[in-house]
């Protein structure tokens, strides 16, 4: 089966391609962005970005394909920081 291409939108206005199941990272990177990391286990919250409004933490979680196409990333801004 022919996994289809997901549309990214990144904050620095660039747009690329990914596939379900891609690492945040890895793609970010690609699309010139560098996401802040901390723990990688999912505890402290530094990687935290937004997806289309949901926000997510990329080192535990994969690109997944929603509805709504294509995944709009910004960052995530946290009042308490
Ligand atoms: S790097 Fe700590 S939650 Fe992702």
Redesign the pocket.
């Known amino acids: 089966m022919k996994r289809s291409k997901i549309k990214i939108l990144w904050p620095n206005n660039n747009t690329s391609y990914a596939c379900e199941g891609d690492d945040w990272f890895v793609s970010a990177e690609k699309a010139g962005i560098k996401i802040?990391?901390?723990?990688?286990?999912?505890?402290?919250?530094?990687?935290?970005i937004d997806i289309n409004g949901e926000t997510v933490?990329?080192?535990?979680s994969n690109i997944k394909a929603i509805n709504e196409c294509p995944l709009k990333v910004t960052y995530t801004t946290d009042q308490f920081w």
Not at 36 to 48: I, K, W
Not at 57 to 60: E, F, T
């Open positions: 802040p990391t901390g723990c990688l286990t999912g505890s402290c919250g530094a990687c935290e933490r990329p080192c535990i």
